[in-house]
């Protein structure tokens, strides 16, 4: 508010000394480079709170670590989903192997890692069958994983 106010004085003491000054100059010789020089001088008294303003506003680091928070948040659902895909399409392939020999498991549950190095290791497959299928559907899936 203080800067408001020096700024409005500013303003009126750069009108009162102009009209002082034109009604002061010469009208043949000078007047029009005076009256150039005083009306350039009373838009300098107007632009100069804006020209003088010191506005340090860095933004860099602030939308360099929502980038980073951004990437991580996207790289981190790109894996998930990369990771669940892999694991639906392997248990898709075991039950139509299990199909095409006559077996009918209920489900297959595959668990999958995928390291930073974009490795897939599967961890965990789980088959849900009833008595002696079960069994023979495990064996059926642990020979093909080992090709």
């Not at 002061?24 to 000078?30: D, V």
């Not at 192997?97 to 190095?117: A, M, S």
Request: proline share 2%; net charge negative.
């Amino acid at each position: 508010m203080e800067g408001l106010r020096q700024w409005a004085i500013t303003v009126c003491c750069t009108l009162i000394a102009g009209g002082i000054f034109t009604l002061l100059i010469p009208k043949e010789k000078f007047g029009k480079v005076m009256r150039f020089t005083i009306g350039l001088f009373f838009i300098i008294s107007l632009i100069s709170p804006f020209a003088t303003v010191d506005i340090k506003a860095d933004f860099s680091e602030y939308a360099w670590n929502e980038y980073q928070d951004n990437t991580q948040s996207f790289s981190a659902q790109v894996q998930e989903q990369y990771q669940n895909l892999v694991a639906k399409n392997l248990e898709t392939s075991l039950m139509r192997q299990c199909r095409e020999k006559g077996l009918y498991p209920e489900k297959i549950t595959v668990d999958v890692h995928i390291g930073e190095d974009n490795c897939i290791s599967i961890t965990n497959v789980e088959v849900t069958a009833e008595g002696d299928v079960q069994r023979q559907a495990e064996e059926l899936i642990e020979a093909l994983l080992k090709e």
